[in-house]
């Protein structure tokens, strides 16, 4: 069985991000197989613990994936300031004799961000909207390629690696079955030592925000790299979720200054993309929506905007949110794309404009969370889990068990899609399935 048959058996999808099917991503040839173990978002551990821990795994997934998309350079990116990962790889690739380099990235946000990612390594400029194929690199994060070693020996994806963090006792990086909910694992990591907070699913940049009574609700899907339970006050995520788009676009008609800065960090920007957030904050400001779009192509700017809140946490003077201006205008623009007409070329500035992940969390008031890392690891084993069929950007698996069924741990309990980008689903732990639908909710049996 070919690779790309293995890691569709598997279910695979990309760990880091929105979750594309990997068999459908790793369907190419390239000149550079880039491994992403930046871990830009300031408070997550789980990829430095998988470099720590798995180093060899990856370097042989990494030469099975360089095989098969016949990637002659392979280098995994990691922070310089990681010493410990690094000597981990280090290790690991004298043994193996692996030609894998070591990239040592700059302490920076957003460092893991793939674009940034492609540019530091490659020297070359993805352009607005296109992906890093279109220049001849294929990026996977490190959870992705322990599945990926995980799904040559014929083993699904059914658990994650992912960190808990914040206020909770005892922060961890948890090993959890796909569907234990969120409220479990803030549990098994002490519950959250405050009232009334905020759960972050993923990191404080550009994860989603929920209140801490919907934990019970929220599954760990194939996507979830971390959960924090942050202060649901006295914090940028928390002022911010609170503040619609109509009271950001209010409050900029007087206070926005045109200073320009969140379009000067903007971290796009710096890398040759036309995006100027300060003239689609004016527009937005200052005139209706489909007038502003009729008069020149400044909003469709934002639809080549990353969400990854340099503007909004560390630009803006006067607290506005350009990240949601932009995010409210793609959600206009749906179906609509960008074409940069302006050559690309970097700002001579980027290298003086990059911002320490440390000062980021300081203007969010995030340093005590920043702080708080303490590792420990925990195995949790949850007697019932709920487990989406549509984990992944795509078509959801259609369901291939009905309640009343007896399941064992990565028996497939959903295919993929016929015709249609998809990924198969399996079950996470082994017991009786209770109801298969949209989630498919497994229960261990006494
Ligand atoms: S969120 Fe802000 S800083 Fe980030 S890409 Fe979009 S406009 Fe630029
Ligand atoms: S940084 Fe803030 S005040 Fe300055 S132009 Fe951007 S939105 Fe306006």
């Not at 695979?12 to 068999?23: I, R």
Request: hydrophobic content about 40%; glycine content about 8%.
């Amino acid at each position: 069985m070919s690779l790309l048959d293995k890691v569709f058996d598997a279910g695979l999808v990309g760990e880091g991000g929105a979750g594309f099917p990997t068999h459908i991503k790793l369907n190419c040839k390239v000149e550079y197989l880039l491994l992403n173990a930046a871990e830009c978002e300031p408070l997550l551990h789980t990829d430095k613990y998988i470099l720590r821990n798995f180093a060899g795994q990856i370097l042989d997934a990494l030469k099975e994936t360089a095989d098969l998309v016949e990637a002659g350079k392979v280098f995994i990116a990691v922070k310089a300031v990681n010493t410990e990962e690094i000597a981990s790889i280090e290790r690991a690739i004298a043994e193996k004799k692996s030609d894998a380099r070591i990239f040592k990235l700059d302490n920076y946000y957003p460092a893991g961000d793939e674009q940034m990612l492609v540019y530091d390594i490659t020297g070359r400029i993805v352009p607005p909207g296109q992906i890093p194929l279109k220049v001849g690199a294929l990026v996977s994060n490190a959870a992705t390629m322990l599945a990926i070693y995980d799904a040559l020996s014929g083993k699904p994806l059914t658990h994650k690696f992912l960190t808990v963090a914040g206020r909770v006792k005892r922060p961890a990086v948890l090993r959890a079955p796909v569907g234990a909910s969120f409220a479990e694992c803030i549990a098994a990591c002490g519950g959250a030592g405050i009232d009334g907070f905020n759960i972050i699913a993923g990191g404080p940049m550009m994860g989603g925000v929920y209140h801490g009574v919907e934990a019970e609700n929220l599954p760990v899907t194939k996507v979830t790299s971390g959960i924090l339970a942050l202060p649901g006050e006295g914090n940028f995520i928390a002022r911010n979720d609170a503040a619609t788009v109509r009271q950001i676009l209010s409050r900029a008609k007087s206070a926005c200054i045109q200073c320009s800065f969140c379009t000067d960090l903007c971290p796009r920007r710096l890398i040759g993309h036309s995006l100027r957030p300060h003239r689609i904050m004016r527009k937005m400001a200052m005139m209706d929506f489909d007038k502003a779009l009729e008069a020149d192509d400044i909003l469709r700017e934002a639809l080549i905007c990353c969400g990854c809140g340099v503007c909004e946490t560390f630009a803006c003077p006067m607290a506005l949110s350009p990240r949601q201006v932009n995010k409210y205008v793609k959600s206009r623009l749906k179906g609509e794309r960008f074409e940069q007409k302006e050559a690309l070329y970097p700002s001579p500035m980027r290298n003086y404009r990059k911002i320490s992940p440390k000062k980021i969390m300081a203007r969010m008031g995030l340093l005590e969370e920043y702080a708080n890392w303490e590792e420990n690891y925990i195995e949790l084993a949850p007697k019932r889990v709920r487990i989406p069929c549509s984990q992944h950007i795509g078509a959801p698996a259609v369901p291939v068990v009905s309640a009343g069924d007896t399941v064992e741990c990565g028996q497939l309990i959903a295919k993929a899609a016929e015709g249609k980008p998809s990924a198969n689903v399996h079950a996470s732990i082994p017991g009786r399935v209770v109801s298969a639908d949209s989630v498919i909710v497994i229960e261990r049996e006494a």
